[in-house]
């Protein structure tokens, strides 16, 4: 069975402080790994999509990388307005854009 | 606003009643999707649907939840005779077409509580 675990489940950072979110997944034949910024509520924001390992994309103060089993989402020097849940998913062959998530980790960035 | 449209944002139902919530996908979107979050839990997929289509409704309670995209309008989730274990957030994302550069958008989605 399709599993993506997200740790930690909360992480709290003092402003300027890099940390780094992980995403391991179990998936036969992954299509494609998706994370999201989701605000408390709203709905999902896209972020990034990586679709193979060895792949980093980059997007202001993030940064997501892949390897066969799992995605880091770097955070460098993050501000309070980053505090968000973060959300990874995976799509696999057969399945379309059919997305099966984490249960994401809730980031706070404190001044 | 371009973005995935969701209404009603907040649905209040008795047990019993019906709930039906509304998607309109973004502009030149085709495909719906509809996940549910429950409280604690992550996303969870419940329907895919094209036009006119249910194209995979493998997350879907077999019993009063039921789902439509029709040719003309928004799509709709219609949950049958709520109970309370329904209460949850729905969300509704939309993709232009099936190929894997398309990323799913999603909209603020609606929370139904049951009472």
């Known amino acids: 069975e399709d599993q993506v675990t997200q740790s930690p489940e909360a992480l709290r950072l003092q402003e300027g402080e890099s940390s780094s979110l992980n995403c391991s997944y179990t998936?036969?034949?992954?299509?494609?790994l998706f994370w999201y910024r989701q605000d408390p509520g709203k709905g999902p924001e896209f972020l990034f999509t990586l679709y193979s390992a060895g792949e980093e994309k980059e997007k202001e103060r993030l940064k997501a990388t892949l390897t066969k089993k799992e995605s880091f989402l770097h955070i460098t020097a993050p501000k309070p307005e980053d505090s968000a849940t973060y959300l990874c998913?995976?799509?696999?062959?057969?399945?379309?854009?059919?997305?099966?998530f984490g249960t994401g980790t809730q980031l706070k960035v404190e001044l | 606003n371009a973005g995935v449209m969701q209404n009603p944002r907040h649905l209040v139902r008795r047990r019993g009643q019906e709930a039906r919530l509304r998607c309109s996908p973004m502009k030149g979107h085709s495909h719906v999707y509809w996940y549910r979050q429950l409280p604690e839990e992550g996303l969870k997929f419940m329907v895919y649907?094209?036009?006119?289509?249910?194209?995979?409704e493998s997350g879907m309670p077999k019993e009063r939840f039921s789902a439509e995209f029709p040719k003309e309008g928004p799509s709709i989730l219609r949950i049958q005779q709520v109970v309370r274990g329904d209460s949850a957030a729905y969300f509704c994302?939309?993709?232009?077409?099936?190929?894997?550069?398309?990323?799913?958008?999603f909209g603020n989605g609606t929370r139904l509580t049951v009472t």
């Open positions: 994302a939309s993709s232009p077409e099936g190929s894997r550069d398309s990323p799913l958008h």
């Open positions: 998936v036969s034949g992954l299509r494609g």
């Open positions: 649907l094209q036009k006119e289509n249910i194209i995979d």
């Open positions: 998913a995976v799509s696999f062959t057969g399945g379309g854009n059919k997305l099966t």
